[in-house]
Each structure stands twice: as structure tokens, then as C-alpha cells.
């Protein structure tokens, strides 16, 4: 659907977006995550044809960006970031503006102004200026607009940036109830937001590409190359716990974790991907009297995923 | 072409939505009334001549005004972008608000014509200088409009976009006046370049296609000239 090639852009001397390459299926709602000034809204805005590359292409369908900037244009449906929307508009009149300017019949535009005023609950701001609006009704004005002529292709550039948490839910309905028949993309700095929902994440950071997969593929590739597993005991001392443990194969290291109860000894032991750790974990510690209270394998959440991705260094 | 239309009616309309349209139209009517009708009876001639002499000055002070907002007001608040993604060309954009300027500059100037009809009731009004008086003010209105345009186009600022919209006004309305002490070709080119020169010529009733093809090409300079700096911002 949309095919993006080397694609680069410059400000002045600074590269806000090297070389990315990136290939969005149809009917795929794809995060764009990175921390600020990654790059992601300078993509976006490439791909809805507002900026040109320094060098690169970007072809959605079988159009070319350099040639048919305009019928780009029509796939797409944008919200930039914060929704700039003329503020002195009616919610109402500014969907009707938008609509004749895309070219909507007038019956299908009547249409189209009701299925969004309920998809995006507006009934009650419909005669009320934008610019009185709170900052979550502009948004879903936003949405309204980016989402008139039912486009192919949704682009959003931090959709929920600035909201609440009621919100944030709200607007995450509606793109998801978008995303089941269209493609979507989205940019977001908070990771729970591409995890809820994104079906793909790719993660930016200093105009790179540096991950690119699943939710669940991300996760479970970053817990292939290293595992923690933590266990609680009772009647054990941290010197005695760390020197048996230490001599399992594979594992690299052992952390002392604060336990609220004194009585209880919590361990962090990472180990390199081994499949029957916490077996041997368990028969070691059955031939003490130590008592096993937890035994747990952690899961790198995405969220160290990102941190270890993205930091800086 | 639709597009640019429709870019039209939205801005035509908000010059009447926002206070700022009328503030500009009373402060027009107030200033060519008060100058035209001073001296309308020291000189007790039934004509408007004094009223289109002093309009190059009127416009260049008050047309920069109406448009300064065009370009450089989206450009602030950020809607220039979310206005470039829709499904439009930047000759669309540029029309649109070319146009509906240009058409506030004329109802703006409508209300004049009061003055027009309460001269024709106290005197002989020779109605033909009037009318080529009123064309050339659209013209030159539509000339000054295009150079606002592009004065908001290169700056968020809109007290930026209407300064230098004032600059170039002033500049081509009065440097042929400026330039009397230099050779006599320089005058000639400068005169040539004046605004002033060309509105004089029409508004004496004398209309030469060489006027019509100056504001036609001022118009046609500056809008092209907004294009580029579109262009320049991607």
C-alpha cells in the first residue's frame, strides 16, 4: 500500500530522518514510536506530501509523490499534531468546508457529516466554535476531518497527545474501529498507546529505523537473547542464595531486591537464554530448607525495549 | 479549479465573520471621507478627483491590512498544513485567497460610491472620469491585494507580512515621485514601474491596454511569487 524507499530529509544541516526504508500493508495500524525529535512527524509529513524528501521516494498505491502529489492527497486523511483547525469556524461549517473542498457530492456529504458526528460523538458541539473547544473535543473534530471523504489511508500525528485517560480511550476507539478496513499510521512517544493500539510498531529514534516487527514479535526477540527471573525465599541469607545460584550454568548475574517483609530474601537473577532455568532454579532450592514463595520469569516489557533502543550514547 | 473556489468563499466569508474586516472598512470610509469632503468645497467642482488622487495612498495603507492575515495566520496557528493535505494545489491556495481579498478591496470601496451620488445631487457629476476612476481602483485594489498575498506568504508575523506589504505599495505608488533629480530615462522606467502613473491614466477616463497590462502583470508577478515561496517552504 504504501511503499517508502531511502527516504531522507534535511533541515538545513541537521538529518531529522536517515535512509528510512518502510512498507505498510493494507488494513495494518502501524505506531510510529520514538522519543521526541526522533523523526516521526518529519516522516509523516513527507508522506502526506506537506514536506518534500531531500532524497528518497515514497509511492503509495502506484502513484508517485513527485507526480501525483494530488491523487496522494485524495487516498489520505491527516491530523496533524495538536489538530490545527481554523478556530473561528463552526465544528459544523468546518466539516462542510472541508468536504466541498475534497470534492463530496452534497447528499454524500450530508451523509458522510452525520456517520462521523456519531462515530465521533459530536451532536452536542456541532454549532459551537472550534477555537471554544476543549483540547479532547478538538481532537475528535480532528479525527472527523482527517476521516470526511472515508479515505484509504490514515495518517495521525499523535493522536492522543495531551489527553486524558477517558479520552485517550475515546479516540482509540475510534481509530480502531477505523483500522479494521483501512490502513492506518500513527505517531506516538508513549509506548502503552502503540501497544493498545498498534498491530505493528516501528521504532525511530535520530531519523533511524532501529525496530521494526509486532508487538508480541518485539517482545518475545529482546526475551530470546536474555532472561530474568526473580524468586522470593524464606529462611534463606542473600550470601549462601547468590553462591548456589551462581554456579548454574548460564547465569550472569544476581541482584538483591528490596522486600517489604524482612524475613523474605528477593532475587533478580539474569541469565542468557537458557529454556530449563527456573528448573534448575527450583531443584537447586529443593535441596535446602529454603522456602519457595515465588518463582517468576520476567518478560521484557516494550518498554525496556525502547529505553534500550532509544538511549542516548 | 473548484478547490480554489471554495478556498474563496471560506475566506471571503471570514473577512465578515471577524471584527477585524469591518474595523478596516470604517477606517477606509472614514479616512477618504474626511480628505474628500474638506476640500470637496473649497474647490466647488462636482467631480471625485480629489478622492482617487489620494486613493494609491489609501490603499497602500489599508490593503495590507486586509491581507495580512492570509498566509501568515495559518502558517502561525499551524492550519497551513492541515490546509496543504487536503487535496489541493498551491495555485488553488494562492487563487483562493487572492480572490477573496481582491473582492473584500471592492465591496470595501461600494460604500464610495455614496459620495459619487451625493455629488451628482449637488452638481453636474461628468460620470465618465467616475467609472474609469472606479475601474482603475479595481484594478489597482486587485494589484495591491495580490502584493499583500505575497507579503503574507513569506512570514508568520502578521504585522511583519503587513509592513512589508506597505513597503512595496508605498514604493511603487510614490518612487517615480522620488526619483525627479536622476537622468531622464531612469524617470521614465520608474514612471513606467509607478502604480500611481497607471491608475492617473485610467482614472482620467483614458483606458489604455497598456494600464490594464500593468496591474494584470503586477498581479500575475506577485501571486507567482507566493507560489515560489510555497514551493520553498516544502
Known amino acids: ?313 | 479549479m473548484n478547490q480554489a473556489l471554495t478556498i474563496f468563499r471560506k475566506e471571503f466569508r471570514d473577512y465578515f465573520i471577524s471584527p477585524v474586516g469591518y474595523i478596516v472598512v470604517c477606517i477606509f470610509l472614514l479616512v477618504t471621507g474626511w480628505f474628500f469632503f474638506t476640500t470637496f468645497f473649497l474647490f466647488s467642482e462636482a467631480n471625485l478627483r480629489s478622492f482617487f488622487n489620494l486613493l494609491p495612498l489609501t490603499f497602500s495603507l489599508v490593503i495590507p491590512a486586509v491581507t495580512m492575515k492570509l498566509f501568515a495566520e495559518e502558517i502561525h496557528t499551524g492550519s497551513y498544513e492541515m490546509l496543504l493535505t487536503l487535496p489541493v494545489t498551491h495555485n488553488d491556495v494562492v487563487a483562493g485567497k487572492f480572490l477573496a481579498s481582491a473582492s473584500f478591496v471592492a465591496v470595501m470601496l461600494a460604500p464610495t460610491l455614496l459620495y459619487a451620488a451625493s455629488v451628482a445631487f449637488i452638481g453636474r457629476l461628468d460620470w465618465g472620469p467616475v467609472l474609469g476612476g472606479y475601474l482603475g481602483a479595481v484594478l489597482m485594489g486587485a494589484a495591491f491585494s495580490a502584493i499583500g498575498v505575497f507579503a503574507s506568504s513569506i512570514t508568520r508575523n502578521q504585522i511583519v507580512a503587513c509592513i512589508v506589504g506597505m513597503v512595496i505599495c508605498f514604493g511603487l505608488t510614490l518612487f517615480d515621485k522620488m526619483v525627479f533629480f536622476f537622468p531622464g530615462k531612469i524617470v521614465e522606467v520608474s514612471t513606467y514601474l509607478a502604480a500611481a502613473t497607471h491608475f492617473e491614466n485610467i482614472s482620467k477616463g483614458i483606458i489604455d491596454t497598456r494600464d490594464l497590462l500593468y496591474f494584470a502583470s503586477v498581479v500575475f508577478l506577485f501571486l507567482y511569487g507566493s507560489n515560489v515561496v510555497m514551493q520553498a517552504r516544502k
Open chain 1, 1 to 313: 500500500m504504501i511503499h517508502v524507499e531511502n527516504l531522507t530529509r534535511y533541515y538545513g544541516d541537521f538529518c531529522a530522518v536517515d535512509n528510512i526504508d518502510l512498507d505498510v500493508r493494507k488494513g495494518e495500524i502501524t505506531g510510529l514510536l520514538g522519543p521526541n525529535g526522533a523523526g516521526k512527524t518529519t516522516t509523516l509529513r513527507m508522506l502526506t506530501g506537506y514536506l518534500a524528501p531531500t532524497s528518497g521516494t515514497i509511492s503509495i498505491k502506484d502513484y508517485s509523490i513527485d507526480d501525483d502529489l494530488l491523487e496522494i492527497k485524495k487516498l489520505i486523511g491527516y491530523l496533524p499534531e495538536s489538530a490545527p483547525l481554523y478556530h473561528n469556524m463552526l465544528v459544523y461549517d468546518y466539516l462542510d468546508y472541508i468536504a466541498d473542498i475534497r470534492g463530496l457530492s452534497k447528499g454524500r456529504k450530508e451523509e458522510r457529516i452525520q456517520e462521523l458526528a456519531d462515530l465521533c460523538d459530536l451532536r452536542a458541539i456541532m454549532h459551537r466554535p472550534i477555537g471554544e473547544l476543549s483540547k479532547g473535543l478538538r481532537q475528535r473534530v480532528g479525527l472527523a476531518h482527517a476521516m470526511i471523504e472515508d479515505p484509504e489511508i490514515l495518517i495521525l500525528d499523535e493522536p492522543t497527545s495531551g489527553l486524558d485517560p477517558n479520552q485517550i480511550a475515546e479516540i482509540r476507539d475510534i481509530i480502531r474501529h477505523f483500522g479494521k478496513e483501512k490502513t492506518v499510521i500513527l505517531s506516538t512517544h508513549i509506548l502503552s498507546e502503540a501497544e493498545a493500539t498498534c498491530d505493528r510498531i516501528v521504532i525511530i529514534d535520530k531519523g533511524r529505523i532501529v525496530a521494526d516487527g509486532s508487538t508480541e514479535a518485539l517482545e518475545q526477540e529482546s526475551t530470546a537473547q536474555e532472561k530474568i527471573i526473580t524468586v522470593a525465599l524464606l529462611k534463606a541469607d542473600f550470601a549462601s542464595a547468590s553462591m548456589r545460584f551462581r554456579l548454574l550454568p548460564g547465569v550472569t548475574g544476581i541482584e538483591l531486591v528490596e522486600s517489604a517483609d524482612p524475613e523474605v530474601l528477593k532475587l533478580k537473577i539474569s541469565a542468557d537464554g537458557r529454556d530449563n532455568l527456573r528448573e534448575m532454579i527450583y531443584s537447586c532450592i529443593k535441596e535446602t530448607d529454603w522456602v519457595l514463595l515465588e518463582l517468576a520469569k520476567e518478560t521484557k516489557s516494550l518498554e525496556n525495549i525502547f529505553r534500550e533502543l532509544t538511549k542516548e550514547g
